[in-house]
């Protein structure tokens, strides 16, 4: 369905390596995702396959279409969802969807099976101007301007950023029934939680690729022993396990210290002693399986 063969994107005279040399694949039907933090390269990767970059090395075809020779066909067969909302503002819900079916040769009765559970929510409020819609809703009315042609393949930049925790619940669960009719979902995303919830996801950092697998995989191939701690002084105990002479890598997450030892078997009682000496009581200690941001750290750290 989607083939990227070493893609790369150069930015600007100090030629900003953007997208160093990305190769993955997407099968048909597969939820699809690509996940690293903001400037990773996302965005660039996803506006050369919706054919609105030109690549600057390498190649890449999306329903076995170049992404350079064939763009009319591609831009037929795909939706696309920016990261910034992007439909006219002044115009109503009713009046972008129209619109975009218009621009695609159909109607919105043609294809309103497709959105029909997703517009369902938002068509009470039909006749009001998107520019006045709240961040939940820009987001819904957009994924059925994307979908309003019947694509085969659905691009989702970065679709959750800056909505609430409960339209991001139910964004994901919309995923799950487009999924269910055979499109093919290859959505960007900075927040390590939504890793799960695809079939396949690409870590990628700077430009490049650091792994590709499914989400449980890359989790369990996480190489060491980890261990979460917890004390009031935060600051001071991550210097202190910065310094304790086992330690492989310590970082901040959340209210704990997610911490991995150059041998396993490191006990709560050998930490316990250790930090006292530095004046360091410690509240919790136990073992933790890897996340899929634990995962990115390593890597990153490697």
């Not at 330690?247 to 316990?272: D, P, R």
Request: include cysteine.
């Amino acid at each position: 369905m989607i083939q990227v063969n070493n893609i790369t994107k150069v930015y600007g005279k100090e030629k900003t390596l953007a997208v160093n040399d990305v190769s993955f694949s997407v099968k048909e039907g597969e939820l699809f995702g690509l996940i690293g933090p903001d400037g990773a390269g996302k965005t660039s990767i996803f506006r050369m396959l919706t054919t609105l970059l030109l690549p600057d090395g390498g190649s890449a075809t999306v329903n076995g279409f170049d992404i350079v020779k064939d763009f009319k066909q591609i831009r037929n067969s795909v939706g696309y969802m920016p990261g910034k909302f992007s439909l006219y503002q002044d115009l109503s819900i009713e009046e972008n969807l129209n619109f975009f079916a218009t621009v695609f040769n159909t109607t919105v009765e043609e294809n309103y099976h497709l959105i029909k559970d997703i517009y369902i929510q938002i068509e009470p409020f039909k006749k009001r101007r998107a520019g006045k819609l709240s961040g939940g809703m820009k987001q819904k009315l957009a994924l059925c301007c994307a979908l309003i042609h019947k694509p085969t393949v659905l691009f989702l930049d970065e679709p959750t950023t800056g909505v609430d925790p409960v339209s991001r619940k139910e964004f994901w669960e919309m995923l799950k029934r487009l999924k269910a009719q055979n499109i093919t979902i290859v959505v960007s995303t900075p927040y390590m939680d939504e890793a799960t919830l695809c079939d396949r996801i690409a870590l990628i950092q700077e430009g490049k690729i650091l792994s590709i697998d499914t989400p449980a995989a890359i989790t369990a191939s996480y190489p060491d022993e980890l261990i979460a701690l917890k004390s009031e002084k935060m600051s001071a105990l991550l210097k202190a396990l910065n310094e304790f002479p086992k330690i492989k890598s310590v970082y901040a997450f959340g209210e704990y210290a997610h911490a991995a030892f150059q041998e396993s078997g490191v006990t709560e009682e050998e930490i316990k002693t250790y930090l006292t000496t530095q004046q360091i009581a410690l509240l919790e200690f136990k073992k933790i399986e890897a996340t899929i941001e634990d995962c990115f750290i390593g890597f990153l750290k490697n």
